[in-house]
């Protein structure tokens, strides 16, 4: 590497290493841990590359970015921040960040990024015009896939491409697609979220583009559009184009193997994977923390988790991926009054999977949900169980009807819904809340 690199750090080992590391490659190197000594190195005209941490002690390392392509376009600048949040990833994006990198880093990478950066120089990124939101979004992680994830949507927010979102059911493809929204310069406009199958008619897609205007459209489910859906959407799409609309398309699918090959490459502009949790472990303590306060603001006594306890939680395979572990930590916040839970405690719910009604001989199906909610009045030791009893009861009833009914329908979700005798909107928003899978099968009962 050739060129002067600025590193602003508050942390005395992070500039050692840095420095070192640089100094090495064939760098020059200068070091501060101020914001202001950085600033006035930048206008006096040194360096060619800036690498900055964002929380300094004397102001925030994203703030100055604005102002370091004022005093000098197009010099590079790699942020660093112990924030690792989609929505700091967002915002290095949009402040004109030239990359962005979560602590800890992984310094061979940081030193192949930044010698990228020096080569760079003189290409100002394109900056785009819409605000951030300011309220933290619930998408956590600290893990290398979650990492790479922020850079992605960071990306597609400055974009108007098609985007692609694939992932496994209960990952986050919905959350994805409305943080890529509510980050864009189209916030503003209908954010409209509609499975394909629920494009009845040409005439149906031509509206659903009228209300869309200059917003987005997330085609949700596209692993259940048939080909009648499919062709509407590729009329949809191509109606889009030829009226210059500046609607943008998203789509979720778990793998779209069904999906016609023309429609596939309309909508992948631009394609994020979003990590099963299995495939990122750990992350689980935080977001299991976050979920455990999300249900003591509902309610719920206070409760944290043992080391043992995570440990069962980190051992888990969460087929039912991030909405699977949210649902296991608010039963682990409702189902005890103890301050914290324990391993048996974590070990038990895990081990038995989802509560069951199963009979004993002879036994009728009132007897055995009645047998169930004793048993769960029982757990409490006497005591009432918390408020809100009803509603957190009803989905465990709910989903082994719904899961039982669409395997008979063979994941059929238009003949579940008749067979249950629901409207097949109310159906999907149950399996939705439920997590509830769809598996085809040729059979049907």
């Not at 930044?114 to 956590?140: C, E, F, H, M, Y």
């Not at 893990?143 to 597609?156: D, G, K």
């Not at 977001?287 to 988790?305: D, K, N, S, W």
Request: hydrophobic share 45%.
């Amino acid at each position: 590497m050739d060129g002067t690199v600025l590193v602003a750090d508050d942390d005395r080992s992070i500039r050692t290493v840095l420095t070192q590391a640089l100094t090495r490659a064939g760098c020059k190197v200068q070091a501060t841990s101020s914001l202001t000594t950085l600033m006035r190195w930048i206008g006096e005209g040194l360096g060619d590359a800036v690498i900055t941490d964002v929380m300094m002690p004397d102001g925030n390392g994203l703030e100055m970015l604005p102002k370091i392509a004022e005093l000098r376009p197009g010099m590079p600048v790699i942020v660093i921040s112990a924030r690792s949040t989609v929505m700091t990833a967002i915002r290095a994006a949009r402040s004109d960040a030239w990359d962005y990198m979560p602590k800890p880093f992984d310094l061979p990478d940081l030193m192949a990024r930044t010698a990228r950066a020096l080569d760079s120089r003189g290409n100002a990124p394109a900056r785009a015009s819409a605000p951030v939101r300011p309220p933290d979004l619930p998408l956590i992680g600290k893990s290398t896939p979650m990492q790479s994830l922020f850079r992605s949507i960071a990306a597609a927010v400055q974009s108007d491409l098609p985007i692609w979102i694939a992932g496994e059911q209960g990952s986050g493809k919905s959350l994805v697609a409305r943080i890529i929204h509510d980050a864009s310069a189209r916030h503003a406009q209908p954010f409209i979220r509609m499975a394909p199958p629920d494009l009845s008619t040409d005439g149906a897609a031509a509206a659903l583009l009228a209300e869309a205007g200059a917003g987005t459209i997330f085609l949700d489910g596209l692993d259940d559009a048939d080909a009648a859906a499919q062709a509407r959407l590729i009329y949809m799409m191509d109606a889009a184009e030829a009226q210059q609309a500046r609607v943008c398309f998203m789509a979720a699918a778990q793998s779209g193997q069904d999906l016609r090959s023309d429609l596939y490459y309309r909508l992948a502009g631009a394609v994020i994977e979003v990590p099963p949790l299995r495939e990122r472990r750990e992350d689980i303590a935080l977001l299991a923390t976050h979920f455990l306060y999300l249900a003591e603001e509902a309610g719920a006594p206070p409760r944290r988790l043992e080391p043992k306890a995570l440990d069962f939680l980190r051992a888990h395979d969460w087929p039912g991926n991030v909405r699977e572990l949210q649902h296991v930590a608010g039963r682990l916040a409702w189902a005890g009054r103890a301050p914290l839970v324990s391993a048996a405690e974590a070990a038990a719910l895990l081990q038995s999977g989802p509560p069951t009604t199963t009979a004993l001989p002879g036994e009728t199906l009132p007897g055995a949900v009645a047998r169930h909610v004793q048993r769960y009045f029982d757990l409490h030791d006497g005591d009432l169980p918390p408020e809100g009893l009803y509603q957190r009861l009803l989905p465990e009833f709910e989903a082994p009807l719904i899961r039982i009914a669409l395997e008979a329908a063979g994941g059929n979700q238009l003949r579940c819904a008749a067979l249950l005798g629901l409207n097949r909107n109310t159906l999907r928003k149950k399996m939705t809340a439920l997590d509830i899978q769809v598996t085809r099968s040729p059979k049907m009962m």
